[in-house]
């Protein structure tokens, strides 16, 4: 008999500044919510071992989406009209209305790269949106993405070949080949100029450095985590943060053997350092059983 995912693919009609996205989001799950932020570049497919894990489903919904321009989510209406860049504002308040869309309830965010770098800017900007903000490989500032944008959309260049390498690299050695392949082969698909979109946030519009200071991780459920096989954030990138913003000294986590892509590259992994964060952000529900 075929194997079939309990996983539940769907299309929500998000609105932001007037324009709807009509965007695509996978779920499974009961419970707590749980969204999921990809990479830049990227979808919400990075998070297909996480959405088929019984272990966490049991007890959050969890749910994945692909962001404007990425996956199955298409651009808007009139989207050649102009550049794709994503910026700061765009991002949170995309975030912020796609999680109304679904009527959640002060969900638990957690995003990877980019979609840990805006987890800090959320957690300055709406304190109070969300229960609880897991950064997976985040940084204050990463001025490198953005020397990359314009070789990315060079006439000479094919930026699926040439972003392969790239993603390679960010990846670990010792993570399982058949999912460091996977993670190249879901860059392969990015459209041209979404990447350096992307990058346009990520290295110009997100700069966390000057409010750190003010950021309560403790009251807010703060966690940062980051693999350390990732020459973009490496053990002393996420000190930065630890020693930056107040009571993070006991919510940041390193995964050893694991680069920048810890829900897709090496999924066991993954689930080692991330359960003991559920766990604890379950506490803020009221529940003390543990996954």
Known sequence: MAVIEPITGQYVYVEV?????????????????LVCLHTAGADSIEYRHLLNDEDVTRDFRVIAFDMPYHGRSLPPEGWWKGEYRLTQKFYMDFIIAFSTALDLDKPILM????????????????????????ALQPRAY?????????????????PHNASRPLIRSLSSSEAPEEYRREVEWIYSKCAPGVLGGDFHF??????????????????????????????????????????????LKNQEVRIPHVGHFPPSEHPAAFKEAIVPVLNELKARYGRSDRI
């Open 17 to 33: 500044d007037g324009t709807t996205y009509r965007t695509y989001f996978e779920s499974n799950g009961t419970g707590i919510p």
């Open 111 to 134: 995003g990877c790269s980019m979609g840990g770098y805006v987890m800090l800017d959320i957690a300055h900007v709406h304190p109070n949106k969300f229960s609880g903000l897991i």
């Open 142 to 158: 990463e001025p490198a993405w953005a020397t990359m944008t314009d070789w990315l959309v060079h006439p000479e260049v094919n």
């Open 202 to 247: 990520a290295s110009k519009d997100h700069d966390a450095r000057p409010f750190l200071g003010e950021i309560d991780a403790e009251k807010q459920g703060l966690y940062v985590v980051g693999g350390d096989h990732d020459w973009s954030c490496y053990p002393e990138h996420t000190a930065e943060l630890r020693d930056a913003v107040v009571g």
